[in-house]
């Protein structure tokens, strides 16, 4: 058989040495009478070292997709098998080898594999709802692994967070205590030009339903990124985590450098949906057509610079006067994400006109019209702004929110959101990428502050709102400081917080942050 896809559409990448060391170091002893599968074994790094550590090459199996590595791995004398370890997996497969070791694949869903193997894997590995090799490779060999058995893998790190990745980490959880997770060496593979970042994952598998509470009771040993790898064995900050708490935190995310006390706000605290809730909005189809600009705003400006290059005035971009929204038959309306808090002037308008109005889609019980805050999906900080009556918003960026509880106040939720606290909640631990879901905003916890606290937080979330009116550069970060303080104390006395977190807000997720 021809080889139909080449080395690099199979994902190889070469593990360095040290690293695979590592990896079986952490192993632990194999005994003569056990198997070990490499499942995606390429030319080999960690078969030959098993060899030289004076494993049995009897004992030690390997897969590979492609025919190029055969004849030397079955020249070394171990069991090679040139199969898509993916898709050949039956029943019968399941529950074969002592260890499981190796570095899976990394192909995402627009790979050449991906793409002609979609209806198999989905098959396979649907409930999982993964489009990426490794995480199908970690899914395949906690089927391959018996009960007891142990896996070491070094793989992409997205999966420790990324929603996407759900399923994957509740079936990790379901299975397996996990033994370890180090973040290795940022740039592992750079000279191979792979940037991922990649994480080194140590099980075992303990599936069975009675042994439930010993999955939950476990200890897993956390190593937060090593510099180099020569740190693997000697690292600066070594954590464990409770395993439980990789049950209870939003999405089951696999947090690495999270603080127990922070655990036990999410797992205490009422959820925020139960004072604060958002909508997704609505759809135009054609923002171009429907949307129009402000006149007075930036986005105004912009609009008549692009238009004096634009002759033919149905192409034209669209700019209506104030007056117009006042006479109701354009409203307000919110499309833009960025990391701008607490206030900005809205520069968008939508057609209100009864033609326009019948093309929109507008989803049923959306309290459109009410006043609220509007929390940006795409932005690098989580940012909350005010939101006057009469706003609709788009269904992507712009998330508008209504306060549900009438003993919190509009202002209340802006301090506490644009705090440094909460962007660390969201950013730091619900999601690190640019993207703010409705679920994690709903799923961040949420106390009552005491009436002191609430009224010198909207003080000076109002002082902030009217400077910024004035001014859309208003520095405000003296009163960003006493509103972080504010809840951080908050929080603290109820949470216990360590001094330490405090530093780590004002370093990483403050407006201010220190160097
Ligand atoms: C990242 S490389 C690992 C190479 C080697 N184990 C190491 O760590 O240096 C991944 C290997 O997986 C193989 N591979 C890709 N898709 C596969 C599949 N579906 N089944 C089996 N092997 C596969 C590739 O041919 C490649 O050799």
């Not at 952490?26 to 030289?52: A, H, M, Y």
């Not at 929603?163 to 191979?192: G, M, W, Y």
């Not at 429907?290 to 192409?315: C, D, M, V």
Request: aromatic content about 10%; glycine content about 4%.
């Amino acid at each position: 058989m021809s080889i139909k896809f080449s080395r690099k559409d199979l994902g190889l990448v070469i593990t360095p040495n040290k690293t695979a060391e590592y990896l079986i170091h952490k192993l632990g002893s194999i005994k003569q009478n056990q198997s070990i599968l490499d499942p995606c074994v390429g030319p080999g790094i960690f078969v030959k070292l098993l060899i030289k550590k004076g494993i049995n090459k009897k004992q030690i199996h390997a897969f590979d997709i492609s025919s190029e590595y055969e004849d030397d791995l079955k020249g070394l004398g171990v069991h090679f098998e040139r199969k898509d370890t993916l898709l050949s997996i039956t029943e019968s497969e399941h529950n074969q080898y002592d260890f499981i070791i190796g570095n899976p694949p990394y192909l995402n869903k627009s790979s050449s594999y991906v793409r002609e193997n979609k209806k198999e894997l989905r098959k396979i590995y649907g409930k999982i709802n993964s489009h990426e090799t490794y995480a199908m490779f970690i899914v395949n060999s906690i089927w391959r692994l018996k009960e007891g058995g142990k896996l070491a893998f070094i793989t992409s790190d997205s999966f420790l967070t990324l929603r996407t990745h759900q399923r994957l980490r509740k079936f990790i959880l379901r299975h397996c205590v996990i033994n370890e997770i180090l973040l290795a060496p940022q740039d592992l593979f750079s000279n191979q030009n792979v940037s991922t970042s990649p994480v080194i994952i140590v099980l075992t598998k303990l599936s069975r339903k009675d042994q439930r509470e010993k999955r939950l009771t476990n200890q897993i040993r956390v190593i937060t990124r090593v510099k180099n790898e020569e740190e693997y064995k000697k690292p600066n900050k070594i954590l464990t985590h409770l395993q439980k708490s990789y049950q209870i935190l939003p999405f089951n995310i696999f947090y690495t450098d999270i603080e127990p006390q922070v655990i036990t706000f999410f797992e205490t605290a009422p959820k925020i949906v139960n004072y604060m809730k958002g909508y997704i909005g609505m759809h135009t189809h054609n923002n171009r057509k429907y949307i129009a600009a402000i006149e007075g705003t930036e986005l105004a400006k912009i609009f008549h610079n692009r238009n004096s290059k634009i002759r033919e005035p149905e192409n034209q971009y669209r700019i209506i006067s104030r007056d117009y929204l006042k006479e109701k038959a354009w409203r307000p309306y919110l499309k833009r994400g960025g990391a701008e808090q607490y206030y900005r002037p809205i520069m968008e308008a939508l057609d209100w006109r009864e033609n326009a109005k019948k093309v929109y889609d507008i989803p049923e019980n959306v309290p459109f019209e009410r006043e609220g805050l509007v929390i940006s999906g795409v932005s690098s900080r989580l940012a909350a702004r005010y939101m006057p009556k009469g706003c609709y918003w788009d269904s992507n960026k712009a998330i508008g929110c209504i306060v549900l509880d009438e003993n919190i106040s509009i202002s209340y939720l802006l301090g506490l959101l644009n705090s440094s606290l909460y962007n660390y909640l969201a950013k730091g631990i619900i999601n690190n990428t640019n993207s703010i879901q409705l679920s994690g905003i709903h799923a961040l916890p949420f106390i009552m502050p005491d009436s002191e606290t609430k009224s010198l937080v909207e003080k000076y979330v109002e002082r902030i709102i009217e400077q910024l009116k004035n001014d859309g550069l208003y520095n405000y970060e003296n009163e960003q400081r006493i509103i972080d303080n504010l809840i951080f104390n908050l929080h603290q006395t109820e949470f216990d917080f360590a001094e330490s977190l405090k530093e780590k807000l004002e370093k990483k997720y403050s407006i201010y942050q220190k160097k």
